[in-house]
Each structure stands twice: as structure tokens, then as C-alpha cells.
């Protein structure tokens, strides 16, 4: 459990809720009404949130970890000659990883690691930040799409599952461009102009098991690995 509630943790957590409230009050208002009025004022937000955090869950770790987030990786990959070439050199943490030999399985985890244990705890907080904003564009899609196939079950309401839809990869779209957009932005952040820093970043990596103690050569990178 995080020791204080920041932003960051609200909006991964609520922000799920609160958009599957919006829904639902939209398609039956009479109901969602009487629900808020039987579940009182404290027993009715904790419900909302505890449904965030189940949507964000399998979203994170399902949906996520083999679908959205290897997608956004491969356009970033196929979009920036770095990625793919060591003359140019990587352009994201993800890629700069995979250069430096961390296997294909444990980028994401190599990744995450450094963002949680090696990141001073303000870059962190902004880094946190920034992603949540992102998660928020995968929610709106997944709830969308959730909504268009309930919409589109009820047979005489295919125009408007269609509407919903398209509403809901408009925010895909944007998600995939803001993610890779993110971990361009934060390469910098986390792997340090400053060889000093890139020394102690690559020591941490290897006392972690990530790479070799060796200076291993550079090897371009190859596969399509998730991180968010």
C-alpha cells in the first residue's frame, strides 16, 4: 500500500468508476438514482471505486500487458530509425533496454524496476503522473467498447453502437500516440546524458540480475515487449 494518496493512484483507480457511473446513469438514470439513495453517501463511493480498481486491474494486467501496451511499443519501435538502429541509438527506455541485452520477457519488468527503486522519488511522482493520464485514453476506450457491444446486443440500436465505437477508437488512437509520445519524452528522464548516471542506471540493471556485470556490446533490438 502506497504511503500517501496521491493523484496519480485517484485517477488509475477512480477514474474507471466514475466514467461506468457516467454510463450507466446515461442508459438508466431511474436506477442509478434509486442505487445512490440505497447505498448512501459513504457506502456508494466505495462501491464506485472498488469498481475502478477491479477495471483497472484487469485492464493493467490483462488487457494491457498482452495487447494494448506490446502495440504502442511496436509503433515505437517502427517509428523511430533509433529503436531499430545502434548508430542512432534508442529513443525510448524500452528499446535502450533491449539494446543493452535485457531479455525480451524481462524488459517490462527491468523497466518498471528502475522506474519504481532507481528514479528519485520527484521524477517519479511526475513520471506516475503522466502515465495515469495515459491510462485514462485506455479506460474511455475499454468502457466504450464495452458500452458499443452492450448497445449493439440490444438489436435495434446498431447506429448508435456504431457512433460509440468509432468514439471509442478515436480514444485508442490517442492512447497508442500518447504512449509513445510518453516514453519518448521520459527516455531522458530515466537513462541520464550524464555517464556518471548512465554508469550507475546500468549497475543497478545488473544488480538486479537485467544484464551481465560485463559491459555487454550493444545488440540491436528485436521483439515487441509491453511497459506503461
Given at each position: 500500500?502506497?504511503?500517501?494518496?496521491?493523484?496519480s493512484w485517484v485517477?488509475?483507480?477512480?477514474?474507471?468508476?466514475?466514467?461506468?457511473?457516467?454510463?450507466?446513469?446515461?442508459?438508466?438514470?431511474?436506477?442509478?438514482?434509486?442505487?445512490?439513495?440505497?447505498?448512501?453517501?459513504?457506502?456508494?463511493?466505495?462501491?464506485?471505486?472498488?469498481?475502478?480498481?477491479?477495471?483497472?486491474?484487469?485492464?493493467?494486467?490483462?488487457?494491457?500487458?498482452?495487447?494494448?501496451?506490446?502495440?504502442?511499443?511496436?509503433?515505437?519501435?517502427?517509428?523511430?530509425?533509433?529503436?531499430?538502429?545502434?548508430?542512432?541509438?534508442?529513443?525510448?527506455?524500452?528499446?535502450?533496454?533491449?539494446?543493452?541485452?535485457?531479455?525480451?520477457?524481462?524488459?517490462?519488468?527491468?523497466?518498471?524496476?528502475?522506474?519504481?527503486?532507481?528514479?528519485?522519488?520527484?521524477?517519479?511522482?511526475?513520471?506516475?503522473?503522466?502515465?495515469?493520464?495515459?491510462?485514462?485514453?485506455?479506460?474511455?476506450?475499454?468502457?466504450?467498447?464495452?458500452?458499443?457491444?452492450?448497445?449493439?446486443?440490444?438489436?435495434?440500436?446498431w447506429h448508435l453502437?456504431?457512433?460509440?465505437?468509432?468514439?471509442?477508437?478515436?480514444?485508442?488512437?490517442?492512447?497508442?500516440?500518447?504512449?509513445?509520445?510518453?516514453?519518448?519524452?521520459?527516455?531522458?528522464?530515466?537513462?541520464?546524458?550524464?555517464?556518471?548516471?548512465?554508469?550507475?542506471?546500468?549497475?543497478?540493471?545488473?544488480?538486479?540480475?537485467?544484464?551481465?556485470?560485463?559491459?555487454?556490446?550493444?545488440?540491436?533490438?528485436?521483439?515487441?515487449?509491453?511497459?506503461?
Amino acid at each position: 500500500m502506497p504511503k500517501e494518496l496521491n493523484l496519480s493512484w485517484v485517477i488509475r483507480y477512480g477514474y474507471g468508476g466514475a466514467l461506468l457511473y457516467l454510463i450507466l446513469l446515461i442508459r438508466d438514470p431511474a436506477s442509478m438514482k434509486a442505487y445512490t439513495e440505497s447505498a448512501g453517501a459513504v457506502l456508494a463511493p466505495l462501491l464506485l471505486v472498488g469498481a475502478g480498481t477491479c477495471i483497472y486491474v484487469v485492464y493493467r494486467h490483462l488487457l494491457g500487458e498482452w495487447l494494448l501496451y506490446p502495440f504502442a511499443h511496436r509503433l515505437d519501435y517502427y517509428t523511430a530509425r533509433g529503436n531499430r538502429d545502434l548508430t542512432a541509438g534508442a529513443v525510448s527506455p524500452i528499446w535502450w533496454l533491449a539494446q543493452r541485452g535485457v531479455a525480451k520477457g524481462a524488459r517490462r519488468e527491468a523497466y518498471t524496476a528502475v522506474r519504481r527503486e532507481f528514479l528519485p522519488a520527484d521524477t517519479r511522482k511526475q513520471l506516475d503522473l503522466a502515465h495515469s493520464e495515459v491510462h485514462v485514453l485506455y479506460l474511455t476506450f475499454i468502457e466504450l467498447f464495452g458500452l458499443g457491444a452492450i448497445l449493439l446486443a440490444d438489436g435495434n440500436r446498431w447506429h448508435l453502437a456504431l457512433v460509440v465505437a468509432v468514439s471509442g477508437l478515436v480514444f485508442l488512437l490517442a492512447a497508442w500516440a500518447a504512449d509513445v509520445r510518453l516514453h519518448r519524452h521520459e527516455f531522458r528522464s530515466i537513462v541520464s546524458t550524464d555517464q556518471s548516471k548512465r554508469d550507475g542506471l546500468e549497475a543497478f540493471l545488473a544488480s538486479r540480475g537485467y544484464v551481465a556485470r560485463s559491459n555487454k556490446p550493444l545488440q540491436p533490438a528485436s521483439g515487441v515487449d509491453a511497459a506503461s
